[in-house]
């Protein structure tokens, strides 16, 4: 497990001799203060949401940040720039790096690591319904609704919504899979509502496709 140092250095794992790292490295604490925003980040807006906000006040950062070897002695961060500011914002003092000491003199690869994390075609946010699944989830093997609010800094609505939707049975999760990635917490939760009912459900649907709201 790699440790820091006296100094505040971290010591990596399994390294060389000539220091680059032998093995891949587990996450570890790193204090924010050695820790510096890359100069060329091109996220132009974090997005610093709300609901982002409070989860990571909540329950910390929980995806570590990519770093490497800063010039100055600190850290530069390669990917995690978001989670970063975020962590700052609530006060947190450390927050979990992995090191990847190859990426210090490589500056093209600096910027491969930025586009491959933050890029559509690498990454793919969960859709209303598979997120309504995962609370659900989380629900059914003991989470209460306060700890679900607090995790992810939605609000009390949101999640007994969120629920009522991720409680959808299979069939109507059968009858909805051609749509069920366009569909609105919302709109699923109106779904939740006719479970059980088919046809009802089978209605519901054929009005939703033309873009119908679930008030309609």
């Known amino acids: 497990m790699p440790e820091t140092s006296a100094s ?9 001799p000539d220091g680059s790292p032998a093995v891949p490295l587990s996450p570890y604490m ?3 203060n050695q820790l510096v925003s890359h100069p060329g980040n ?14 990571v006040a909540e329950t910390g950062v929980r995806i570590p940040l990519l770093v490497t070897q800063h010039d100055d002695g600190g850290y530069l961060v390669l990917e995690g720039h978001r989670r970063l500011a975020a962590a700052l914002k ?6 979990p790096c992995v090191l990847d000491a190859d990426r210090a003199d ?7 690591d930025m586009l491959v994390a933050n890029s559509g075609g ?3 946010n969960f859709t209303p319904v598979e997120e309504a699944a995962a609370l659900f989830a989380a629900h059914e ?8 609010r607090k995790s992810t800094g939605r609000k009390a609505d949101d999640i007994k919504t969120a629920l009522a939707a991720g409680g959808i049975s299979a069939d109507t999760r059968a009858q909805m899979a051609e749509v069920s990635s366009q569909l609105t917490l919302d709109q699923l939760a109106l779904l939740a509502e006719f479970d059980g009912d088919q046809d009802a459900v089978a209605k519901v649907l054929e ?6 709201t679930a008030e309609y």
């Open 8 to 16: 505040g250095d971290l010591a990596v794992e399994g390294a060389e």
């Open 30 to 32: 790193v204090s924010v």
């Open 42 to 55: 091109v996220r132009e807006d974090l997005d610093l949401t709300a609901e982002f906000l409070a989860s």
């Open 90 to 95: 609530a006060g947190q003092t450390e927050v």
């Open 106 to 112: 490589d500056q093209a690869g600096q910027f491969l």
């Open 122 to 124: 690498h990454r793919k």
């Open 141 to 148: 093997a003991g989470a209460t609704r306060t700890r679900l």
């Open 207 to 212: 009005a939703l496709r033309p873009g119908y």
